[in-house]
């Protein structure tokens, strides 16, 4: 069986190209999903198609829901998904994610330093394990998927 896992949270770092690298060393039989990594592309796409707005608000809303899009595809198709909460920027689209995935069922994984734990600490409740680097996330994925 070829595991779906979806890939969430901090697009600030090249964690998901390690984290694909590793798993391809591992021989691991997953296919990696993702949101829209490209920033700007990311909040500026739901103007790009709809049309601009004066109002910030409205700009970030039709970027948002753009993107929910293929956010929710992506959850639903995954048996697993990592969300990431990076260091320097807070990302509260990964808290939906989060939540998201686990109001459908899915295994969630969580990942963050020591400094966000008691930030984090409803979300930790509700994921299946907390890790903190790439390589015990693979480790998880290697005992989870073979």
């Given amino acids: 069986m070829k595991w779906k896992v979806y890939l969430s949270g901090e697009i600030h770092t090249d964690w998901r190209i390690d984290v694909r690298s590793m798993a391809d060393k591992a021989n691991l ?50 048996d697993i998904v990592v969300v990431k909460f990076g260091e320097k920027y807070r990302q509260w689209n990964a808290a939906f994610d989060a939540g998201y995935a686990v109001a459908h069922g899915k295994s969630l994984i969580v990942m963050h330093n020591k ?32």
């Fill in 29 to 78: 039989n997953i296919d990696f999903l993702e949101p829209e990594t490209d920033h700007s592309l990311s909040d500026d796409m739901g103007a790009i198609i709809l049309g601009e707005e004066d109002n910030k608000f409205w700009h970030d809303q039709k970027g948002a829901r753009m993107n929910a899009i293929r956010i929710r595809k992506n959850i639903k198709d995954s």
């Fill in 115 to 146: 400094e966000n734990q008691h930030a984090l600490k409803e979300i930790d409740s509700a994921s299946l394990a907390v890790v903190e680097t790439n390589q015990q996330l693979i480790e998880i994925l290697k005992y989870a998927t073979k």
